[in-house]
Structure formats: structure tokens, C-alpha cells
């Protein structure tokens, strides 16, 4: 490890200043519109489902301004994965998904595929992209803060029946805040301990005490350093007067406007859509139907 | 300082600060290309995310266990690049109950003898990790029960090994609890 | 005009006990009520030992707002302590605590009372909770509940006062120490309490840091702002108008800070250092016991030599020249670096750097913040690899594949900033025992090796061995951190502002280590340091870095002696240095390259004739 550069790693997915309408979107009404494209998603098993979800994503992506390369990015670390799973899935008796008869496609010795797992594969694989790129635009068109703010708003309602929203969203705020510094922290731990002669690498087939205790000069400091800092914070806020989310203001007020609500509605309805549908039938009759030609 | 530890700070205070540091360490583990898992050379990489999970349970109690459970989830399936921990109820759902867990079983051993309790702790959280995730993963399809049985031995197994070593040196630095020798080994 | 004082008398100096003590504040009368009053405040609590600890034994006193008070005294006096009871983070044992006539011991109090009374601590980066500048200022004022646009106007105000407004959406870790302590100060303001609180808020700031902050003070004072600073510079205490000396739990003086600095010995009993004239003045008193005592000002110290016509003997100040013995202990050539580089915050650390270092040798290297201290040494630890240039250890090459890497850890040990971060065993030995035990070595040399390396810091062996890391004082898990290196017996060390955020006591003992080690065991030592006295108490040379290149290099009384061109790097002088050169714009012929009170001093005396002592003035001592 020559080039440490930490800092590099912490930047938790770049956000990009670029002003699209998404960017400008009430941060609550994101979150809650990104939860349900992803719920639309994720339960979503169908090829003409993913064909239409998969159509809604790259069209959010252009609407966001986002480059697609940059969009995508989070997909290349996928790919392996993918191909490794997808070999996985072929080699596996072939399994019924809820139920319905799989008919043989093809065959290679033992090897047998089927058209439900073919379908298991290319649809995993449509999610996987979807709720990737998902997140990718989540995050590049929300600045930390903003997540902050639309976390303890959206939790604010639930005040009432016990829940800390204030205190969520502010430990969220610690935590953002705090990865790059404890990134720059572990990057003088790691230099101090090489230094000093520590080896992180693996110490054998199964001596796996000895291999964990190798990672003790570089993940204890790590904790302690925290805990250490946790006390000075706590410390810090008390004297500034925090005691809970009671009567406290903000300098920043969320005010939504219509086209939040506009968003947030049009969200809905796709996912209840998406959820309702039957496109396996549907599917089914398309393909009929394109079949003539 | 020493000064910190009596100070008039509320309950409330310590425990988000210490929640907000020990999601952030999570977070941490999670992108550093160091630390966030410890790899045998039998293919299986032991992970360490659900360790600040277990510290949180034992050393500031449920509440924020569960908290730092969630925000692992949420982090895990924000980040995931395999279809199954694209799976929101296989990457966010277990994983609350690591912390929880993990306080109990300390709780629960903790007059016993305090090292004992916390390596109990992280073998218990974690086992809860590993269980609640195949658990759910099989329900949901992914795998079927004799993969999953697999699983358990080959990861889970060394996870627990790696959170029991790394947890005890954790708290134990950290509350000054006294090893059975009394000092030092040199 | 020279000022007459008789011996200052016993009534102003009390040993921590319950003798009343008269307060400069007694003798004005004060129109407004008390900010801060405290009544006879014990606070007792366990330790990590058995005994439980008295950190405060009835300490009575009273502070009226507008007030600029000082406070200080060694470790372990109680300074913090005393300071966590002014807004309630700690409460009395025993004893009454009174902001604004409100008893801290009332939770329902609590809010109010530390809205008026603000604090800054020591540790910048642990104060900021939000991630931006401006969200985490505003935090205070949201915890109050006021209004948005007022919140608004506060952070502006706080912003500018501290000078920070341009950077208020930055990010903290982007930030330098210093700027993230004016916003961590700039978060207090926006309370607009009536009083602040440092508490050794400039200990982990660079000198530069450290007086911006104090003019920020002076600022605020002026503006009636009641000031109360916790701190172990003396040169700080001397700005207040008034200092509390704390001494084992209880108050040893309270006063005007020249009458304290006035009485060196009392200064010295109670641990503390004299800011550098008063030390001066106090040489003067001790060669010549009729010279005025308790001067303070230079001016005064001036007067005072040339009402005695002193002359000061144009003594020259050399070294020896150092003898080398051939080949270089650690080198670089024409060292490029640049951090982050792709990406948009890439930073040029290094820029073509070459520096050779001998075997015996001690060099300092200084440099503003963002010169490449750091990264030079980095380099020359052979941690990080050049992008062009070379390292070269013990002159092998120290990234060429053949170079082995437990040969280089032999040669070169370091020792980061903070280096008690890198603390991680439960017990002193056993981390202390970590580099010995990863070179291999048998249990009997393991334990041979802690045991020479803890005895040379200053950390007896048996006694500490097995105490637990997280119970030692900061000072000395540095000491634990530097044995930890130590016992790797390198033959050349590196360090990176060793002594930074250090109590004097603490810092003091330190260097004397390192001074032992280099002069008398032939360590050769490189060091990275923002404090010139420390390079005056180690280093023969010195190499000043500017940007990435070198910009000066000689000994250390050549650089020392271009005081101008230093100061255009962003740098200071060692306390001495200044001192002789205001000495010299007053007309004194103070003789250049004097580094130490010690050298000046003797120019002085050598330059001057004893003046006859009568016999009447000798009955009157």
C-alpha cells in the first residue's frame, strides 16, 4: 500500500452540482418516492416488468442530468458477480419459482437449463442494474445534508407516537460527518502500525485467532479513536444546550412544492401499477402477439 | 481524559454521538479497501461490519444496537452488488437485531465474568447476522436450505471467530477490564 | 524610571489552603452583579485506582462580567475541572457554583446557564457535529428554538466575527486546525452567551493558529465579552488582565499577571514557566540583586540595562562543526509527490525536495502548514513511494525490489503525529512489546528491549507495565507511543511534531529524552515542528520547507538569524530570538546568533562590569 490516500475511498457516491429538476426535488418526498421505485422493484419478476422498470430508470437518470457513465458506475463492480452467479444458478438443480412448471431449454451433460432459471438470471440481473443505478442517482443528486434533513422529516410525523426523529436524522449527520475524518485517522493508524512492523496478511489455512489478531493494531485504535471522540462530542453538544429534538428549530425549513407532490404522486401510482399488473399474462400475449411478425 | 467519563453529560447525548461515530466506523469498514473483512485463504472473507453493531449493544445498551444494526442494512443494501443483498428484507431486516442481541446475551452474562459476557456477545449477535440473513435469504428463494446450511459453517463460523477476538480487544481496552493475569504478558 | 518594589510580600502568595485570599477584584468596586460565583466548590471523584481523587479543594471565587481572566497550573491542578463547572458539565461535590445567580445544581437551570456561558475545547474536529460550517454554527441557536431568520443572522454574525463566513460550506475534514477551532468558537458565539470559556482551546493549533484565536479574543473582550482561558502558555496568561493560579486543587494566586510573574520563584514552585522577558528580567535579578525586580514589559527591561549601562559583549555563537562519517543515514533526491493526484483535489506536496541527513546528526525541518513536512518524512520512513526521485536508507534505494523491508524498519523508526492514537493492547508492555514481538525476538529480549525503552522515556518499567493504556494521561501515552518505537532500536528517528498539544512538564521531559538519545546514545533524529524552542533544544540544522521545496537550510543559528525571511514563511522565532531582536530595534548591540536566554544572558553579563555593592546595600538584602 504505497499510495494510501484514504480520502479517496470515503467520498460516499459523488454528488454532482448539477441543478437537474430531481436535484431540486423536497429531500423527503426523494426518499419516499426512491423507496417506492425500489419496492416496485424488487418485487417485480417478470421480463416485460423489468423491460418497463428498467425504460423508468434511464429515463430518471436523463432527467436528473446525471451522465450515464456515471450512473453506471456502480455497475461494473456487479459485473463478476453477476456472471460468477449467473454460472452458479445454471450448475443448480433446477428449481421451481412459486410453483408454476419450468420447461427444459436447453441441455449440456449434466447441465440443465430451464426457462425459469434463464429467467431468474436476466431478471436478477435487470434489478440488480435498476436498483444500482437507483441508488447511484440517490446519492449524486442529494447532498448529505439534505439526506439530514429529509431523514428527520419524514420521521417527524412519528414524533408524536415516540419516535426520535430529530435524534435519527442527527446521528445520521455524525455519521456522515464523521466518515472522511476517521478515514484521514485510520490512514495515520495503518502508516504508525507498518512502521512499526505489523503485517496484515493472513497467517495460514485456518489459524483464524492469528489471522484476526494481525487486523487488532489497525481496527482497535479505530474503535478507540471513535469512542474517544464520541466523549469530546457529546460533551461539545451538551454545552451548546441539545437535550433532544424537544422545541428545537431549524435554520433550514423543507417547503415542498407542487411538483414535489406531483413526483411523489406519479411514484405511487407506478409502483402500485408495477405491483398489480399481471404481466406474466400479459407478457405472455405481447409475445403472441409479436410472434406474427 | 478520565475528566469525560464523570461529566454531566445526558444519556441521550452519549448515546447518539456514540451511535452517530460507531455507524460512521460502519460506514468506514464498508469502503476502505482495509478492514472491512478478513480474509482466509479458503476462499471465505470474514466480514467485520456487524462488529460496531455489537460494541454499540454492549457498551450503550439496545436502543442503539438496533440503530447501528439498521443503518448497517441500510448501507449494505445501498451498496450491494449481489442480487441478494439488493434484497432490501434480506439486507435491512436482520440486521437490526444484531445489537439487540448482542446487549442481551451481555446483560445477561455480564455478572458472570465481564470477558466472558463480551465474547458471548459478539458470537450471539453474530450468529444472529448469519442466521436471520440465510434465514430470510432462503425464504425469499435465493437459496435452498442445504446451501445455506453450507454457508452457515464455512462464513459463519469464522465471523463469529473474528468478531469474538475483535470485540473482546475492543471493550476490554476500552472499559479497562482486567485479564485474568493482571498485567501485561512481556 | 526604575521601579521600586519591596520583595512582594507573603499576603499575595497562599498555599492551597483555607487562608483567605485578597483579590486584585476586591479592591475596585464593581457595579454590575456576578457573573460567575463560586463558594468553597469541592469536586471529589474515582479514580482509576482505589483512592478516589480530590480534583478541587475549596476553591472560592467570583468573576464580574467584562472580566479577561487567565487560568492556569500544571497537570492535575484542576484547571479543567474548575473550568466544566462554569456551565454545569460537571457539578459540585461539594460547595456552590452560581452563573447569573443560578445554582448549577438545578437541572431545570441547566439551559440557561449555558447559554450564557459558552465553551471551546481543546480537540477541534470533536466539536463539529454537522457537515457543513455553517449547519453545525447553527446548531447552538436551534437548540435555543429561535426563530429561522434569527438563526440566520446569528450564524452570519458569528461567521464574521471568527472571519469564516467565505468557508461556510466547507466541510470540516477540509479544514485546517485552525479554521475548524474558529468555527467550533463561531458555533459558541452564536449562543451570544455572556462569557467564554477556553479550555486549552489553542493547545493542538500551530503558533499562527494560535494567535489569531488570541485576537479574536481581544476582539471579543472589547466588545464586553467576559473571557475566562484555560491554558498552559504563559505568553497567553500574560494578556489577561487577570490570572488564577491553580496549585493541587486549590487557588494559589489571583491577580494582576504581573505581580505574579513578578515573584519567578513562586513561578517555578508551582511548576510553571515564565513568559520569556519576565525570565530575562528575572537573570537580571538573580546576577544583580539590585536590579529591579518583577519587570514585565520590555520596554522596562530596556530602561532598566541602560540606567545600569550595560553593555553586551558581541560574543560569538558558534557549534562545533559536526563531524560526519561518510554515507548519509536517510536521503532524498529530488523527491516529487502529489496527493490525490486525478482528481479534483489533488495537492503538490512535494516538488523536487533533496535532503541528506548524517548519522549523529539532529535536523529540524519547519514549514508552514501545507509545506510537506509530513510527507517528507513519510518518505524518508519509506512508507510512501516517490512518484519521482528517490529515497535512499542507509544508501540502499528504499523501493527497489531487492531492498528487504525488515532491514529498512531497522534503520528508520517514526513517530506520526498523535502518536497515541496508534495505542492498542489493553496494557502499557504488552504494546510497547508489539514491534520487538513482530521483528521475532525471544520472550527474554522482548521483555529487555520494553523494558531499556519505557526506562529512557521516562516510564519505569515495573510500575507501568501493567497499567491499562486508556488510564494514562495524554502525556504520557505519548511516552508509551515513543517506547513503543523505541524498542525497534532504529537507528535513525523521525518525528512529526513530537510535542504538539503537550503540557510544558510533559513536553519538557520529552525533549530531554530525545536530547539524551541524540547526543549521548547517537540517535540521529529528524524533526518536524511548528515550535521553535524545540528546535532550539534539538536540532544543529535546520532544512525549511515552502510550498514543497526547500527554501532555507543552514545550522540553526544561521536560519534563526534571518528573523524577516522567516516571517515571510509563515514562520516564527524561538521566544529568545525575539526577544534579543526587540532588544536590538531599542538600540542594545545584543550580539546576533544568541539562541537561548541562557546565551543572552551571558553576552550580557560578560559585557558588563559588576557595579561596586556598598556596604549599606549590602545590609539591606
Request: aromatic share 6%; with cysteine; charged share 20%.
Amino acid at each position: 500500500m504505497s499510495t494510501f490516500e484514504f480520502l479517496r475511498y470515503a467520498t460516499l457516491g459523488q454528488y454532482v452540482p448539477v441543478g437537474s429538476l430531481v436535484h431540486r426535488m423536497d429531500p423527503r418526498f426523494k426518499i419516499l418516492a426512491f423507496a417506492l421505485v425500489v419496492a416496485a422493484v424488487t418485487f417485480s419478476g417478470t421480463y416485460l416488468a423489468n423491460v418497463i422498470l428498467l425504460l423508468t430508470v434511464f429515463l430518471l437518470v436523463a432527467l436528473s442530468r446525471v451522465s450515464l457513465g456515471q450512473a453506471l458506475q456502480g455497475v461494473r463492480p456487479a459485473l463478476p458477480v453477476l456472471a460468477f452467479l449467473a454460472v452458479f444458478q445454471v450448475l443448480l438443480p433446477p428449481q421451481t419459482f412459486g410453483g408454476e412448471a419450468c420447461n427444459l431449454i436447453w441441455q449440456w451433460g449434466f447441465v440443465e437449463l430451464t426457462d425459469c432459471t434463464l429467467r431468474f438470471i436476466v431478471v436478477s440481473t435487470a434489478r440488480l442494474i435498476e436498483l444500482i443505478v437507483l441508488t447511484t442517482l440517490l446519492t449524486s443528486t442529494t447532498t448529505m445534508a439534505e439526506l439530514a434533513y429529509g431523514v428527520e422529516g419524514l420521521l417527524a410525523p412519528f414524533q408524536r407516537m415516540g419516535v426520535p426523529a430529530h435524534e435519527a436524522a442527527l446521528t445520521v449527520t455524525i455519521a456522515l460527518r464523521f466518515v472522511p475524518t476517521l478515514a484521514l485517522q485510520m490512514e495515520r493508524i495503518v502508516k504508525a502500525q507498518i512502521a512499526r512492523g505489523a503485517d496484515f496478511g493472513t497467517a495460514g489455512r485456518f489459524r483464524f485467532v492469528k489471522t484476526t489478531r494481525r487486523l487488532l493494531p489497525l481496527l482497535v485504535p479505530l474503535f478507540l479513536a471513535g469512542l474517544r471522540r464520541s466523549e469530546n462530542l457529546a460533551l461539545a453538544m451538551e454545552a451548546r444546550g441539545y437535550t433532544g429534538g424537544k422545541g428545537r428549530t431549524r435554520r433550514v425549513k423543507l417547503r415542498a412544492r407542487p411538483a414535489d407532490y406531483l413526483a411523489l404522486a406519479a411514484a405511487a401510482a407506478f409502483c402500485i401499477a408495477m405491483l398489480n399488473v399481471d404481466f406474466a399474462t400479459l407478457g405472455r400475449a405481447l409475445a403472441a402477439w409479436l410472434g406474427q411478425f | 481524559m478520565e475528566m469525560t467519563r464523570k461529566a454531566n453529560t445526558s444519556t441521550l447525548v452519549r448515546r447518539i454521538a456514540v451511535t452517530g461515530i460507531l455507524v460512521a466506523i460502519t460506514v468506514l469498514l464498508g469502503t476502505l479497501p482495509v478492514g472491512g473483512f478478513i480474509p482466509f485463504p479458503t476462499g471465505v472473507n470474514a466480514t467485520t461490519l456487524h462488529i460496531p453493531a455489537i460494541i454499540g449493544g454492549i457498551l450503550e445498551g439496545w436502543p442503539v444496537g438496533w440503530l447501528i444494526g439498521l443503518c448497517f442494512g441500510l448501507f449494505s443494501f445501498l451498496r450491494a452488488t449481489s442480487p441478494l443483498f439488493k434484497d432490501p428484507l434480506v439486507a435491512i431486516i436482520p440486521r437490526m437485531f444484531i445489537g439487540v442481541t448482542a446487549y442481551l446475551a451481555y446483560r445477561g452474562l455480564k455478572r458472570v465474568n465481564e470477558l466472558l459476557a463480551v465474547g458471548v456477545s459478539a458470537a450471539v449477535g453474530t450468529a444472529t447476522n448469519t442466521g436471520l440473513v440465510l434465514g430470510i435469504a432462503v425464504l425469499r428463494g435465493y437459496m435452498d436450505i442445504s446451501l445455506a446450511a453450507t454457508v452457515a459453517a464455512t462464513h459463519g463460523i469464522p465471523e463469529i471467530i473474528v468478531a469474538v477476538v475483535i470485540t473482546v480487544a475492543v471493550v476490554a481496552a476500552w472499559k479497562q477490564i482486567a485479564r485474568r493475569s493482571g498485567g501485561s504478558s512481556v | 524610571m526604575v521601579l521600586l518594589l519591596t520583595e512582594p510580600s507573603s499576603v499575595v502568595f497562599f498555599a492551597a489552603s483555607r487562608l483567605p485570599i485578597p483579590m486584585e477584584g476586591a479592591f475596585f468596586m464593581h457595579a454590575t452583579e456576578p457573573l460567575i460565583e463560586i463558594s468553597r466548590l469541592y469536586h471529589t471523584y474515582e479514580g482509576s485506582g482505589t483512592e478516589p481523587i480530590d480534583a478541587l479543594r475549596g476553591v472560592s471565587l467570583t468573576i464580574h462580567p467584562g472580566e479577561f481572566v487567565a487560568v492556569v497550573g500544571t497537570n492535575g491542578s484542576g484547571k479543567t475541572t474548575l473550568a466544566r463547572h462554569l456551565n454545569a458539565l460537571l457539578l459540585p461535590t461539594r460547595g456552590e457554583v452560581r452563573v447569573a445567580g443560578l445554582d448549577t445544581r438545578q437541572e431545570a437551570a441547566w439551559p440557561a446557564v449555558r447559554s450564557q456561558v459558552a465553551m471551546v475545547f481543546q480537540q477541534p474536529e470533536d466539536q463539529i457535529i454537522a457537515t457543513t460550517v455553517e449547519d453545525d454554527v447553527a446548531f447552538g441557536p436551534e437548540n435555543l428554538g429561535l426563530p429561522a431568520d434569527e438563526i440566520e443572522g446569528r450564524v452570519r454574525w458569528a461567521l464574521e466575527t471568527v472571519r469564516m463566513w467565505e468557508l461556510r460550506n466547507r466541510p470540516p475534514h477540509l479544514l485546517s486546525v485552525g479554521q475548524q477551532q474558529r468555527a467550533a468558537i463561531a458555533g459558541a458565539l452564536a449562543l451570544r452567551p455572556r462569557c467564554l470559556v477556553l479550555d486549552e482551546a489553542t493547545a493542538m493549533l500551530d503558533p499562527a493558529g494560535g494567535r489569531e484565536v488570541l485576537a479574536l479574543l481581544q476582539r471579543l473582550h472589547a466588545d464586553g465579552v467576559t473571557i475566562v482561558l484555560i491554558t498552559h502558555h504563559m505568553a497567553e496568561a500574560v494578556l489577561a488582565e487577570r490570572v488564577i493560579v491553580l496549585s493541587e486543587g486549590g487557588v494559589a494566586f489571583d491577580g494582576a499577571p504581573r505581580r505574579f510573574f513578578a515573584c519567578p520563584n513562586h513561578v517555578t514552585r508551582l511548576g510553571l514557566e515564565l513568559p520569556p522577558v519576565a525570565d530575562l528580567a528575572a537573570r537580571m535579578v538573580r546576577r544583580w540583586p539590585d536590579f529591579p525586580a518583577g519587570l514585565f514589559d520590555l520596554d522596562d527591561v530596556v530602561d532598566a540595562l541602560a540606567f545600569r549601562n550595560v553593555q553586551i559583549e558581541p560574543l560569538s555563537f558558534t557549534d562545533p562543526p559536526f563531524a560526519s562519517n561518510g554515507r548519509p543515514s536517510v536521503a532524498a533526491r529530488d523527491l516529487r509527490y502529489t496527493y490525490l493526484s486525478g482528481t479534483p483535489l489533488a495537492v503538490r506536496a512535494l516538488d523536487g525536495v533533496s535532503v541528506e541527513v548524517h548519522a549523529g546528526e539532529s535536523v529540524a525541518l519547519l514549514g508552514a502548514t501545507g509545506s510537506g513536512k509530513s510527507t517528507l518524512l513519510q518518505h524518508l520512513a519509506g512508507l510512501l513511494e516517490p512518484q519521482d526521485g528517490h529515497v535512499l536508507i542507509a544508501g540502499k534505494d528504499a523501493h527497489a525490489r531487492q531492498t528487504d523491508r525488515r532491514f529498512l524498519r531497522e534503520q528508520v523508526g517514526i513517530l506520526f503525529q498523535r502518536p497515541e492514537e496508534q495505542l492498542f493492547e489493553t496494557y502499557v508492555g504488552d504494546d510497547v512489546a508489539f514491534g520487538p514481538r513482530q521483528l521475532g525476538l525471544d520472550r527474554e529480549a522482548v521483555r529487555e528491549r520494553v523494558r531499556r525503552a519505557m526506562e529512557a522515556v521516562g516510564l519505569p518499567f515495573l510500575d507501568y507495565k501493567d497499567r491499562f493504556t486508556q488510564s494514562l494521561s495524554g502525556g504520557e501515552r505519548r511516552k508509551a507511543a515513543l517506547a513503543g518505537v523505541l524498542a525497534l532500536h532504529p537507528k535513525t528517528l523521525l518525528l512529526d511534531e513530537p510535542t504538539a498539544g503537550l503540557d510544558p512538564q510533559s513536553r519538557r521531559d520529552l525533549l530531554a529524552t530525545l536530547r539524551h538519545l541524540n547526543r549521548e546514545e547517537g540517535l540521529t533524529l529528524v524533526v518536524a515542528t511548528h515550535n521553535m524552542d524545540d528546535v532550539t533544544a534539538l536540532a544543529r540544522r535546520v532544512v525549511v520547507l515552502e510550498e514543497g521545496r526547500v527554501a532555507l537550510r543552514g545550522s540553526t543559528r544561521q536560519v534563526f538569524s534571518q528573523a524577516e525571511r522567516l516571517r515571510a514563511l509563515g514562520l516564527d522565532v524561538p521566544a529568545a530570538v525575539a526577544v534579543m531582536a526587540a532588544l536590538r530595534e531599542r538600540g542594545l548591540p545584543v550580539p546576533a546568533g544568541a539562541l537561548t536566554l541562557d546565551e543572552v544572558e551571558a553576552a550580557i553579563v560578560a559585557g558588563t562590569a559588576p557595579l561596586p555593592v556598598s556596604e549599606t546595600e549590602r545590609g539591606d538584602l
